[in-house]
């Protein structure tokens, strides 16, 4: 099955710079969702890019996709401490669904203050 | 509009018994998914229900198996307990299914000794 690969695994930063965040996938995509989960609670959506679509924001979240090369990035501007968390990527599955969405093992992002 | 609701929210069992997890989507929604999390694996499909039906299945044996209600309330069952099975489950509830936006609750955190 396809699965995102979150690049890089950890980052760390200091508050107030810019997180990026990239994301690879295996086959075609209906769509790609980026989720943050906080220390081992449950997942928190947000934003979700259709395959048509190559970019689109929310607040200070910034997604791009491209796919030709299989890949989609997450920009967190001004980041906050608040915004430290795993953040994933998620991929669903054009053939009806039977994966799932399958996710990537994550990065690893540290707001330093 | 209330998220979606996992209980209980922490459980420990012993080896060999079995578990019920419950979950109650977002009022409207129809499609409800399960995951587990863990450290090595990261997250994984287990099973997703539309509309009372189990729609798609993961690579997960039989021990897990799952149900939903006509109230769109779905459960999750794991008899014979491995310590494996120790993990973070998460529901996630969604309007159409994997093609559109995932909600996910806060997660039974299940630990098996």
């Known amino acids: 099955s396809q699965q995102g690969e979150e690049d890089p695994q950890a980052l760390s930063i200091q508050e107030g710079e810019n997180a990026t965040m990239n994301c690879s996938y295996k086959t075609s995509i209906n769509n790609l969702q980026w989720y943050r989960q906080n220390s081992g609670r449950g997942l928190v959506h947000l934003i979700l890019i259709r395959s048509n679509e190559r970019e689109k924001h929310s607040g200070r979240l910034r997604v791009t996709l491209d796919t030709s090369k299989k890949s989609s990035s997450l920009l967190i501007t001004a980041s906050r401490a608040a915004d430290t968390a795993s953040y994933f990527c998620a991929t669903d599955d054009p053939g009806g669904g039977a994966d799932g969405l399958t996710f990537g093992k994550g990065t690893h992002l540290i707001i330093q203050p | 509009k209330a998220g979606v609701t996992q209980t209980p929210r922490y459980l420990i069992k012993t080896r060999g018994q079995q578990v019920t997890l419950s979950c109650s989507p977002i009022?409207?929604?129809?499609?409800v998914s399960w995951y587990q999390q863990t450290p090595g694996q990261g997250l994984q499909f287990l099973f997703e229900?539309?509309?009372?039906?189990?729609?798609n299945k993961g690579n997960f044996p039989g021990r897990f198996s799952g149900r939903q209600f006509s109230n769109s309330r779905s459960e999750m069952n794991v008899s014979t307990l491995e310590l494996g099975d120790s993990a973070l489950y998460l529901c996630?509830?969604?309007?159409?299914?994997?093609?559109?936006?995932?909600?996910f609750g806060q997660g039974t955190r299940l630990t098996v000794v």
């Open positions: 009022s409207g929604h129809r499609s």
């Open positions: 229900y539309f509309s009372e039906t189990q729609r």
């Open positions: 996630a509830s969604s309007y159409g299914g994997m093609n559109t936006e995932a909600f």
